[in-house]
């Protein structure tokens, strides 16, 4: 069965950075698009970022673009969230979400558990 696993959620500092890693089993990584949202204290669900299944397009949210970088490796069925200069209100519960084709954009169909990201001094 599909199965997301995230990790590397931890406690950063503003202006720090932190490297997201979600593993993916259960299907054929190489072709989906995968994509990154995210969940703040008391507020809804965020698309943050996403890319497609051979690695050659990104999309990001206006609110981490030029701080985040998202990428993949095909052969180890990861993808990863890059997050520098973070803020305060980059704290959230990130999820990895497997969409329902090759690009970014059509829905997703599988969703990890996530990975608690918190911002503070």
């Known amino acids: 069965q599909v199965q997301l696993v995230e990790s590397g959620g931890d406690l950063a500092q503003p202006g720090g950075s932190l490297r997201l890693s979600c593993a993916a089993s259960g299907f054929t990584f190489s072709l989906y698009g995968m994509s990154w949202a995210r969940q703040a204290p008391g507020k809804g669900l965020e698309w943050v970022s996403g890319?497609?299944?051979?690695?050659?397009?990104?999309y990001y949210a206006d609110s981490v673009k030029g701080r985040f970088t998202i990428s993949r490796d095909n052969a180890k069925n990861t993808v990863y969230l890059q997050m520098n200069s973070l803020k305060p209100e980059d704290t959230a519960l990130y999820y990895c979400a497997k969409d329902r084709g090759i690009t970014v954009g059509d829905g997703f169909d599988f969703w990890g558990r996530g990975t608690q990201v918190t911002v503070s001094s």
């Open positions: 890319i497609y299944s051979g690695g050659s397009d990104t």
